[in-house]
């Protein structure tokens, strides 16, 4: 017969529970469910800026332009690529330089001058002359103003090249070549000057560029003097 006697629990004190047994424990928080909430959060709130400084009040800046390259992997397709790359880096007739006129066209650029040579022939220059002795082509340079502004005829350049190979050929100065006037071109007047440059004999084809002023493109006549 036990004599170990339990005695009853007090009042208001409950017993310690057992080993392996007590009250559930409460329910553990999903922490991945949360990191994702919170990084939904975030990304909501930053679209909501970024909308908010396009749509604003405010008038948006215009993004600027990017240029896409295609990448080509196949090395045909390269060479094709390539192909149409110098295809549109061609000059056009428009780009080629090839600017020249007939020695009897009239030049007109934007501004209302218009420029022309006439009057062709050949000559030799005196002794007196500079160079001397020199053969040489002379013409009539006219410049027309139907600008409403004033040309300065000093502003004027002129030079010449003959033969195939180009080759500079002097100014003549002598009696009746005096170089170019240093006079005004008013609003619709206009004003011819006398030139001479060296041809020789033998040489037929002739270069003619002159501009009208510091402001203008040189026009460039050539062709064949008899």
């Not at 071109?185 to 510091?214: H, M």
Request: hydrophobic share 35%; net charge negative.
């Amino acid at each position: 017969m036990s004599h170990d006697v339990t005695p009853p629990p007090m009042p208001g004190h409950t017993p310690a529970p057992a080993p392996g047994y007590g009250p559930p424990r409460p329910p553990r928080r999903n922490t991945t469910i949360l990191v994702a909430a919170a990084a939904a959060t975030v990304a909501a709130v930053l679209a909501a800026t970024v909308t908010a400084g396009v749509t604003g009040d405010k008038e948006a800046e215009a993004a600027p332009t990017v240029t896409v390259t295609e990448t080509v992997s196949a090395q045909g397709d390269e060479d094709a690529a390539d192909a149409d790359v110098y295809a549109e880096a061609e000059p056009t007739p428009e780009d080629d330089g090839d600017d020249s006129y007939a020695l009897d066209d009239t030049v007109v650029y934007d501004h209302d001058v218009e420029v022309s040579l006439s009057k062709f022939s050949r000559g030799v220059s005196s002794e007196y002359a500079s160079p001397e002795n020199t053969a040489y082509a002379k013409f009539t340079i006219k410049v027309v103003n139907a600008s409403d502004k004033t040309v300065d005829a000093d502003e004027m350049t002129v030079s010449c090249a003959y033969g195939d190979e180009g080759r500079e050929g002097e100014a003549i100065y002598d009696d009746g070549l005096d170089g170019l006037p240093d006079t005004s071109i008013l609003a619709g007047r206009s004003l011819s000057v006398p030139w001479a440059c060296e041809l020789p004999k033998g040489e037929t084809f002739l270069q003619v560029e002159v501009a009208p002023d510091y402001d203008s493109e040189t026009a460039i006549f050539t062709g064949d003097v008899k």
